[in-house]
């Protein structure tokens, strides 16, 4: 079974200053994993993913995420924060062992709340 | 950016009534979901698809039922809607990569008074 954990619901931070929103993940084989932002109202835009290759992911609008196998996190990141990254951020894992009908499924954790004030 | 859509963005409508959520991939996709979000909280997956003529349930009970009759096409029915149907509801599809990424619509919020 494959999971993802968003320990924080919610992440305050300053305008400027660099921003971590955190995410583990739990697979059994190896892991493709996603990031992806929801403005209010919206539908869930893509950010980022990592399938393979350097652990440092660059996505839109200046995000990146590192990619850590030995901690099993996926930590989504950004030097310094906008107001308008204001959003709920949701990461995602799918597992690449196959393992029935529903392998193709992305898992989405909780989703973290981020607030850029001011 | 993903040529995905749903109709409509909005809905209200009282008990009882039927209603019909549509959603549109132009991308060719084979696999698409329907999700159920409360506000600003967790996504749950309902129902997909991995393409025409088959549809699976999702996670989450829903009394919703979907069809696949065409590749781009994957609607999403409530027979008699209630109160307890309103929420926001997200189309999403997934290519032939299999990588798993997906593409979401905008959304379609419901309330049913």
């Known amino acids: 079974a494959q999971s993802v954990a968003q320990p924080e619901d919610q992440v305050n931070v300053a305008e400027g200053n660099p921003l971590t929103v955190k995410c583990t993940y739990s697979?059994?084989?190896?892991?493709?994993l996603f990031w992806y932002v929801q403005y209010p109202n919206r539908g869930l835009q893509f950010l980022l993913k990592y399938i393979t290759g350097d652990n440092l992911v660059k996505g839109s609008y200046g995000f990146e995420a590192e990619f850590n196998k030995s901690q099993t996190s996926f930590h989504l990141k950004k030097p310094s924060a906008l107001v308008s990254d204001s959003a709920l951020y949701f990461c995602a894992v799918r597992d690449t062992r196959y393992s029935g009908a529903g392998s193709y499924q992305l898992t989405f954790g909780k989703g973290t709340k981020l607030s850029v004030i001011p | 950016e993903a040529d995905i859509y749903q109709t409509p963005r909005y809905l209200v409508i009282g008990t009882g009534k039927k209603i019909t959520l549509e959603c549109s991939q132009t991308?060719?996709?084979?696999?698409m979901y329907w999700y159920q979000q409360d506000p600003g909280m967790e996504l749950h997956l309902i129902h997909y698809?991995?393409?025409?003529?088959?549809?699976e349930k999702g996670d989450l009970s829903s009394e919703s039922t979907v069809s696949r009759i065409r590749t781009e096409h994957f609607p999403l029915t409530l027979e008699s809607a209630r109160p307890s149907h309103t929420s926001q509801y997200l189309c999403a599809s997934s290519g032939l990569r299999n990588t798993g990424e997906l593409f979401f619509g905008e959304g379609s919020r419901l309330t049913v008074l």
């Open positions: 698809s991995y393409g025409v003529n088959s549809t």
């Open positions: 697979v059994s084989g190896n892991p493709y």
């Open positions: 991308m060719g996709h084979d696999k």
